[in-house]
């Protein structure tokens, strides 16, 4: 079963504009959730990453919601930009030495 | 810097070969993990080694296995490759830890006829 459900699957976006990708979970005892970014030709790195003791995080252009309630979580791109333009997966993780389950991933396009 | 590096970035085999892919890390880390990449589906985990000779199935294990004799070295095995394996690989490391960043390599595409 898929335990990270991430939407949509793929965004085009103009540059300036607010991206914006979704993700739901469903396992109560995930407390870790990064976002990772990956461009073609490359492997995910890390972007940034929640905890659910607070309900929002910035950094820089980029800043993640969280709503422990729903079981929601979203990464918001703000002033997007062309380079922006990449592979996004979220993903959660509980307490089982380092383990990450992934969403399906977003394509963003940010068309100048 | 931080390097994890993989064998081959493409590949391609027969059906029936044996495959080997292969993943190095330079950053003395203890986790190490292989996914498959496939549009959609995002990364799945195969197999993950928290240690020299230990490995943990992940979520989609059969038709492969693994091998970590050595700390920053750790193998993908496709015992007799089928075209449904036909992906994106990805290797990654961590150190030991719930919340630690898993860094990536580049990949290895493997398309298998």
């Known amino acids: 079963q898929q335990q990270v459900k991430q939407s949509p699957q793929s965004l085009i976006v103009q540059k300036g504009g607010i991206s914006i990708i979704n993700c739901a979970y469903e396992?109560?005892?995930?407390?870790?959730f990064p976002w990772y970014q990956q461009f073609p030709g490359k492997g995910p790195a890390l972007l940034i990453a929640?905890?659910?003791?607070?309900s929002e995080k910035k950094e820089g252009r980029f800043t993640i919601s969280f709503n422990k309630s729903a079981k929601q979580f979203s990464l918001h791109i703000m002033d997007s930009q062309p380079g922006d333009s990449a592979t996004y997966f979220c993903?959660?993780?509980?307490?089982?030495?380092?383990?990450?389950?992934f969403g399906q991933g977003t394509e963003l396009s940010v068309k100048p | 810097d931080v390097k994890v590096t993989q064998s081959s970035r493409y590949l391609v085999k027969r059906t029936g070969e044996k495959v080997f892919l292969e993943c190095v890390q330079d950053?003395?880390?203890?986790?190490m993990f292989w996914y498959r990449q496939d549009p959609g589906l995002g990364l799945r985990l195969i197999y993950f080694s928290y240690d020299v000779k230990m490995k943990e199935k992940g979520d989609i294990p059969e038709g492969y296995s693994v091998s970590r004799e050595k700390k920053e070295r750790f193998s993908l095995i496709l015992e007799s490759a089928s075209t449904n394996q036909t992906s994106m690989y990805l290797c990654?490391?961590?150190?030991?830890?719930?919340?630690?960043?898993?860094?990536f390599g580049p990949g290895t595409r493997l398309l298998v006829l």
């Open positions: 396992n109560t005892a995930f407390d870790y």
């Open positions: 990654a490391s961590s150190l030991v830890g719930n919340q630690e960043t898993q860094y």
């Open positions: 950053m003395d880390h203890e986790n």
């Open positions: 993903a959660a993780s509980k307490n089982q030495g380092g383990k990450l389950i």
């Open positions: 929640i905890r659910p003791d607070v």
